[in-house]
């Protein structure tokens, strides 16, 4: 008979909790997030994996079929995270990858509705976020290769023992928040960018910052370049037809779109609409055409811009899948008795029968202690 399998701590345990006390701080992206393709970029499941290789860098994004591939709408609560990061940071106050928060905090901050239906599209996007596998050797250091980890370790819905929803935990990897934390790799962003509706328009806002930010020639690509960088599935005519969509469109919040020809090649170019004197982003390649490989499966059919209902509508949230194996005993749900400390820092959080009414925070006042 096999010895039964050792009991794993929480790693919350082993964190000191970073406590959410506003929704109000300016959105930061991370800069590896926003040029490389970690998130399905359609509204429908995905569970192709991605493989995506340039010169040394590599990134390999694996789902699983009951969740589906986190999405690029599921990456607004990581921008949310960095932002909160950042913005206390600055403020002085010490910060921790394990966070505490309300989701009304996050889903106001985001652009979202706060009704009882939107808690519940949160706690799928969390999910996906979780059972999502990342690989890539980015920011390796210089005796290791590859790291593997979940956009989320752990999360958890924390209510009173009648059922109250007081808010929320989650733990994000090591390698997001070393990465938020360094100040050179994070970009503020407009926050008009939440209300950006097609998936492939958003993944461009994201490549349009990081690239041209606000150089006065801005930045050109190759558009089959940029479907490799995309991860889309759609094919590339299909990807350059949604380009100049979204180029007729302009729905880009800082930047124009234009599409050239050169060489028998199909070009765009990204122009910021408030120019600097200073490039704002380091140039790698003026024509993003170089040592692109192969991704994905290029002839599917759906295209990441077909629908455009909420995104996290799509699916019923079922229980976390065995990817995080030490951390999903600790996540979904847990109920916990009312502390004394909750008691006095805050009211009730909205429930489903009181979604418009702001929460109080239940966790404590402050982001954390003083440096």
């Given at each position: 008979m096999s010895s039964p399998r050792p009991i794993t701590a929480s790693e919350r345990s082993k964190l000191d909790p970073f406590v959410v006390a506003t929704g109000d701080a300016s959105p930061r992206d991370q800069r590896d997030l926003m040029e490389r393709p970690f998130f399905s970029l359609a509204k429908a499941r995905r569970t192709t994996?991605?493989?995506?290789?340039?010169?040394?860098?590599?990134?390999?994004?694996?789902?699983?079929?009951?969740?589906?591939?986190?999405?690029?709408?599921?990456?607004?609560v990581l921008i949310w995270a960095a932002s909160q990061i950042v913005e206390a940071e600055n403020l002085g106050f010490k910060t921790s990858r394990f966070l505490r928060f309300t989701p009304y905090q996050l889903l106001t901050a985001i652009g979202r509705q706060t009704g009882a239906r939107?808690?519940?599209?949160?706690?799928?996007?969390l999910a996906r976020l979780q059972s999502t596998v990342i690989r890539t050797t980015i920011r390796n250091g210089e005796h290791w290769k590859r790291h593997q980890f979940s956009w989320i370790n752990e999360w958890e819905e924390c209510t009173t023992r009648d059922g109250r929803v007081e808010g929320m935990e989650f733990v994000l990897p090591d390698w997001f928040y070393r990465g938020v934390i360094d100040r050179s790799l994070v970009l503020a962003i407009d926050p008009t960018y939440f209300r950006l509706t097609g998936g492939i328009e958003r993944w461009l806002y994201r490549v349009a910052r990081k690239h041209a930010g606000r150089q006065p020639k801005g930045w050109l690509f190759e558009i089959a370049h940029l479907h490799q960088k995309s991860?889309?599935?759609?094919?590339?005519?299909?990807?350059?037809?949604?380009?100049r969509r979204i180029a007729a469109r302009q729905p880009l919040p800082g930047y124009r779109l234009r599409i050239e020809r050169g060489d028998r090649r199909e070009l765009l170019r990204i122009l910021p609409v408030h120019l600097s004197t200073v490039p704002v982003d380091s140039a790698v390649e003026t024509l993003g055409t170089s040592h692109a490989n192969g991704i994905g499966i290029p002839h599917a059919a759906l295209s990441g811009l077909r629908t455009h209902e909420p995104q996290l509508m799509l699916w019923p949230e079922t229980a976390i899948p065995g990817l995080n194996l030490e951390s999903n005993s600790e996540s979904n749900s847990c109920s916990w008795p009312a502390r004394s400390e909750d008691k006095q820092a805050a009211a009730a959080a909205p429930t489903p029968e009181h979604p418009s009414r702001q929460p109080s925070l239940p966790f404590a006042r402050k982001p954390g202690g003083k440096r």
């Open positions: 994996p991605i493989h995506y290789a340039a010169g040394d860098v590599r990134v390999e994004v694996y789902a699983v079929p009951e969740h589906g591939m986190a999405t690029i709408w599921d990456a607004d939107d808690y519940k599209l949160l706690k799928g996007a991860g889309s599935l759609v094919r590339v005519s299909d990807f350059a037809l949604q380009i």
